[in-house]
């Protein structure tokens, strides 16, 4: 059968390509069409027909400014969309975009699957009513996803969370350190997203934490969508090491990390590193954000645990000196430290068991078939 698969930005990229190989097993004929990034392209072997790095604008002012790009590439999808005839769209979070191609598809009489609910349980919930309308299967990945749409009245598939699959699948590099240049002290992973917006916002203060902590390693996690260069020209005065496709590894090995809101929350979490998050954005697009959210944190962890499990700092809050003082309390404190590690063992057992990406795979074809 033939999937077009569409993620728009690096973590439903990851997930995109474990769903293409859990598919090549559940379908011995599958073929593939994307729009998504470097490991999509690798599992599906093939180019995509928009790379992630064209497609991730976050935060309302940013949308605004780059409103001509999203419209162009919604016509460059629609266009290869309809002359491909896919048997199904598989549609990856990234809601703005993907939701509209969903309303053009059924409008097609095309099938569409969505995989990792749009997070319309945070702001403007009667988005659900056009997810009923548009979409044929919808697989969430959060525990009380499932809750959230029954009351809607919408029956969905909980297949856990991919995020288990990539850490249970990972093969870690015994080299890692050495090869980076990075024993003989304790490493804190900064981790400042994958967007133009987020870098550009969290670096600048990523960065002098490094001042502040003298005694450790301050290594940044780099996003395969942007060069070498575009990460040392928001650092300012400080020169931090930088490690790509290695974020795994730099997890392990750290003591604590600084990470911006995202999916890198709950990744950092199932790998045991205390952390506090952080996120900085237009004033603008925070004031709206404020005004239309309807959840009481940012941080998948705290949602999920529906407790201030890891500190959230946020825009005026998102200093060096309050990230220095968290970091100082994950360091040093050793009570405040055993109580997050157990927060995180609370999380463990909410997410489940690996296999979402197999059981996701499974339900597509069943249901094509």
């Known amino acids: 059968m033939k999937y077009y698969i569409i993620a728009g930005e690096t973590s439903g990229d990851l997930h995109g390509a474990n769903l293409i190989q859990a598919l090549k097993k559940a379908d011995a004929d599958a073929q593939f069409r994307l729009v998504g990034g470097d490991r999509m392209q690798r599992a599906a072997g093939q180019e995509a027909v928009i ?27 629609k266009a290869d969309v309809m002359a491909y005839q896919p048997d199904t769209l598989v549609l990856i979070d990234f809601p703005g975009f993907n939701l509209k191609i969903a309303s053009f598809a059924k409008k097609m009489g095309l099938k569409v699957c969505y995989y990792i609910s749009p997070k319309v349980w945070a702001w403007n919930q009667r988005r659900v009513l056009k997810i009923k309308r548009v979409v044929d299967k919808l697989f969430c990945i959060l525990p009380f996803e499932v809750d959230f749409y029954e009351k809607w009245g919408m029956d969905v598939d909980y297949v856990g969370n991919p995020l288990l ?21 304790p490493i804190i992973a900064l981790l400042p997203g994958s967007r133009h917006m987020e870098i550009s ?66 990744e950092t979490a199932l790998l045991n590193v205390p952390q506090t998050v952080v996120y900085k954005a237009h004033p603008v697009s925070i004031a709206i954000a404020r005004w239309v959210i ?29 990230i220095a003082k968290e970091l100082n309390g994950l360091l040093n404190n050793k009570i405040y430290r055993a109580q997050v590690l157990d927060d995180y063992a609370a999380l463990h057992k909410k997410m489940g068991d690996p296999g979402a990406s197999e059981r996701t795979a499974q339900h597509i074809v069943t249901f094509l078939r």
Not at 294 to 322: F, G
């Open 165 to 185: 699959d990539a850490i249970a699948s990972y093969t870690y590099n015994d080299r890692f350190l050495e090869e980076n240049h990075l024993a003989g002290k």
């Open 294 to 322: 309807q959840v009481k944190y940012i941080s998948l962890v705290n949602l999920i645990l529906d407790k201030p499990a890891v500190s959230e700092l946020i825009q005026k809050e998102c200093t060096v000196e309050d």
């Open 51 to 77: 790379h992630t790095s064209q497609m991730a604008f976050m935060g309302f002012v940013e949308v605004l400014a780059n409103i001509r790009t999203i419209a162009k590439n919604l016509r460059l999808v």
């Open 201 to 266: 916002k969290l670096l600048p203060i990523m960065g002098q934490l490094s001042f502040r902590f003298p005694g450790h390693h301050c290594v940044v996690a780099g996003s395969p969508n942007f060069p070498l260069e575009y990460y040392q020209q928001h650092m300012g005065e400080a020169n931090l090491p930088i490690v790509f496709h290695a974020t795994y590894d730099l997890l392990k090995h750290a003591e604590a990390a600084v990470v911006a809101s995202g999916t890198a929350t709950l």
